[in-house]
């Protein structure tokens, strides 16, 4: 099992978050979050790669626990990846120094020597001609490529997606979809907590549906989408798929 | 020496405060019957002593009193007020009829307002302090050291005219700040007029030393202390009667002799 | 007031220009007429006042002006020399007390204490006590030649109190920082240090730019009070002279010479503020 949560416990002051998830991610495998907003996909995400420490529980990363309090959160964030919904590249570097930055200061590789590498990322995700752009200065699809650009930079072993298509315009989300694809099949694990539910079906994996802080139910898409067991799931995809 | 040509040219010109049955400074006053004097905020000695210049004690004070009385005012018709230089300069109405604060009288300043005939002809003094204080009381010696000086008086011109200093002389606010400086070790000595120098070193600065004066006639302005009064008032003419008076009758000399008597055995700068 | 002509290939300006444009014409005659009519009544009035006279020649002699000003310019580069040493290590101290109030590591809490004292100490102490205190106080101490000047001490005063303005502007811009930034900065694994360093630091400067051209315009002038314990720069220059002249008009040509500088500087930050707002939004 690459990535392993048991029963991750979080809370926000009085506001309980996660209640106890968990959750098993396979080699390779996409697995995809669905949910309403506020139902606990995002902080569960930030728990994962330790941006948010958790309350209890356990994340076992290759079947060590990384979530152990007092441990160095800095290495194990190296190996899990994230793009956020709102991109948060970086505002005052160049779309490739946003995706060198990491590489040069965390791994201690040059500027010349990543290059290269950072520079087919950007060729194949078709940014080939943007790669000397301010953020600013590119499309909300662009800035979320280069998001995930600056994530793979760092080659994770597991990356994790925050509702990364929620802030684009309808027209822009294919071409980051597609990325995800490509990922997908080069084999990367990857947890994407997302809206797209025809994405989520065709793509996914194993998809789970979060509600109130907890995984209400669990399975692959094609079942999950047509045959939901729990009540609370049925109300949510018929609203969803409306 | 100057004191004398001044008394001199008084005598020719005898005047007196009472011409024609009415006194000089009637209907010129601030105040009708009253005369207002300004002096500094505080006063120093021993220009004013303890900040008390209602006593009369003190050189200024004591002129103060001498004036207004042979002006035929008396004492109880002295008021005093306090300015700062830059009050006694300002256009516009005054709050004072004389301002007597060591002020040396200059042709520049002249033109901005009008100065009494000379009470007192100040030497400029050279205070040192610490290591220097053996330094010969030559020119050439004395432009090797540290300077400081208070940047709105005389003395600060005749630093730069006269000693000519070989480093850049640094200017200060007030007497006190000069002091200061020099316990500060930033400077090795200060030109202050002489009873100032004195005071400050037997008083307030510790191994304060006076290393010489400039005498009067070497200077290119000698210092002369004059009133000062608001540009043309009519009042001067009163004021300098009654200097010219008390200077020809030798009470000018004598309140000096009693105030500022330790200003002689001061050698001269060569 | 015509649509352009047919066939001169010109478009045709629109109903709203046309009437935008007549609105600015007639709002520009009314700002204009207003302002020659105050600027009319302070030159013509002003010298009716019956001390005019008076205050002509104290304030605003030529004479007195045309002997003084070349050297208040000589003793104005003293302000500006000051100034040029005294802006970069303003720069670095309050950045660097920005950060120490940022530090996490327990054995470093006496240095967030420290930075929060000293901004506390230093803004709330007016300048020219500091530059008294520090200039005469320190060099008291008995320090030797020259290392007692008070160019060294004074600048330190004005160093220490402007940096505890600059690092409170610093802060303000690290803290204007998105917290998004550094949970981006943080999940590809960078440190504390290289998030605030490469993410946050540049980012938070750059905001804080044009309030910082405010400290800087406020350090030229208050620059001014070094004259308190000694140099003779332009302020204590005029001053001298003023006591020789028995005039203010040495005062008029320092502030002259200040506004030559501070005006362009303050224009300049207030386009740099308009940018940065025009950027935002």
Not at chain 2, 109 to 116: A, G, I, N
Not at chain 3, 147 to 176: D, K, Q
Not at chain 3, 207 to 228: E, G, T, Y
């Amino acid at each position: 099992m690459k990535l392993s949560l048991r029963d991750v416990q979080k809370t926000f002051g009085s506001n309980h978050v996660c209640k106890g998830i968990s959750l098993d991610v396979q080699e390779g495998e996409l697995v995809c979050l669905i949910g309403a907003s506020g139902s606990g996909k995002s902080t569960f995400l930030r728990c994962i790669n330790l941006l948010e420490p958790i309350d209890d529980g356990a994340v076992y990363l290759d079947g060590q626990d990384i979530a152990v309090p007092g441990l160095d959160p800095e290495p194990v964030r190296r190996r899990i990846g994230m793009v956020f919904q709102s991109y948060n590249l970086f505002p005052h570097m160049t779309a490739v120094e946003n995706a060198m930055l990491a590489p040069r200061r965390v791994r201690g590789v040059s500027r010349d020597a990543i290059r290269p590498e950072v520079s087919a990322l950007f060729e194949r995700f078709g940014l080939g001609d943007r790669m000397e752009h301010y953020p600013d200065q590119l499309s909300g699809g662009q800035q979320q490529r280069v998001a995930i650009i600056r994530a793979l930079a760092m080659r994770p072993e597991v990356m994790l997606f925050d509702e990364i298509t929620s802030a684009l315009d309808p027209q822009l989300v294919g071409e980051v979809l597609d990325v995800l694809l490509a990922l997908k099949a080069d084999g990367m694990t990857m947890v994407l907590a997302t809206h797209e539910m025809g994405f989520a079906r065709e793509a996914a994996d194993k998809v789970c549906f979060l509600a109130d802080g907890r995984i209400v139910e669990e399975g692959p898409p094609d079942v999950l989408f047509t045959a939901p067991k729990q009540p609370e799931t049925q109300a949510f995809l018929e609203r969803a798929l409306k | 020496m100057t004191r004398l040509i001044v008394a001199g040219a008084l005598a020719l010109m005898g005047t007196t405060a009472v011409a024609g049955g009415h006194l000089c400074y009637e209907g010129k006053t601030l105040t009708e019957g009253k005369l207002t004097i300004a002096t500094g905020n505080p006063a120093y000695y021993p220009w004013v002593m303890d900040d008390a210049p209602e006593s009369g004690k003190g050189f200024e004070a004591a002129v103060a009193y001498a004036v207004a009385e042979e002006m035929g005012l008396s004492a109880e018709n002295v008021v005093w007020v306090r300015t700062s230089f830059d009050e006694a300069i300002q256009p516009g109405a005054k709050n004072f009829d004389i301002n007597m604060q060591q002020y040396s009288i200059t042709p520049e300043r002249d033109q901005m307002v009008d100065f009494s005939e000379p009470y007192y002809a100040a030497p400029m003094a050279a205070l040192a302090v610490g290591a220097v204080s053996e330094t010969e009381a030559t020119l050439d010696a004395l432009k090797g050291l540290k300077w400081g000086a208070v940047g709105s008086t005389t003395g600060a011109q005749k630093l730069i005219n006269t000693i000519q200093p070989s480093s850049d002389p640094l200017f200060y606010n007030d007497n006190n700040d000069v002091i200061a400086a020099m316990q500060a070790g930033q400077i090795d000595a200060a030109l202050f007029d002489l009873p100032t120098a004195l005071y400050l070193s037997a008083v307030v600065l510790d191994g304060g030393t006076i290393l010489g004066q400039f005498p009067a006639d070497r200077a290119d302005t000698p210092d002369l202390f004059g009133m000062l009064m608001e540009e043309g008032n009519p009042l001067k003419e009163c004021v300098d009667a009654a200097i010219m008076s008390l200077t020809e009758s030798g009470e000018l000399a004598a309140i000096e002799a009693e105030w500022l008597q330790d200003t002689t055995g001061v050698p001269l700068i060569q | 007031m015509t649509i352009a002509d047919e066939g001169s290939g010109k478009p045709a300006r629109t109903r709203r220009q046309i009437y935008e444009d007549g609105l600015r014409k007639r709002s520009l005659m009314i700002a204009g007429t207003s302002t020659v009519a105050v600027v009319l009544a302070i030159v013509l009035l002003v010298p009716l006042a019956p001390g005019w006279a008076a205050v002509k020649k104290s304030f605003f002699n030529w004479d007195v002006f045309s002997a003084t000003f070349p050297k208040l310019l000589d003793a104005f580069l003293i302000d500006v020399m000051i100034f040029a040493w005294c802006a970069p290590a303003i720069a670095v101290l309050g950045l660097l007390i920005a950060l120490a109030r940022d530090v996490r590591n327990p054995a470093l809490y006496p240095l967030r204490i420290f930075s929060a004292a000293f901004t506390d100490v230093f803004r709330g102490v007016p300048v020219v006590l500091t530059v008294y205190l520090i200039g005469f106080g320190i060099p008291g101490l008995g320090l030797p030649r020259p290392w007692n000047s008070p160019y060294i001490w004074g600048s330190l005063a004005l160093i220490l109190t402007y940096s505890a303005y600059v690092a409170e502007i610093f802060r303000s811009g690290i803290e204007s920082i998105h917290p998004s930034q550094r949970a981006a900065a943080e999940s590809l694994g960078l440190s504390r240090r290289d998030t605030m360093w490469y993410v946050i630091l540049p980012q938070a400067v750059r905001r804080v730019v044009p309030a910082n051209m405010n400290m800087l315009i406020a350090l030229q002038k208050d620059v001014a009070l070094l004259s308190f314990i000694g140099p003779v720069e332009i302020f204590r220059q005029a001053g001298v002279f003023k006591s020789l002249y028995a005039n203010f008009t040495p005062y008029v040509g320092a502030a002259v010479i200040f506004l030559a500088i501070t005006i362009p500087a303050t224009r300049y930050a207030d386009y740099l503020m308009a940018k940065q707002r025009r950027d935002r939004s």
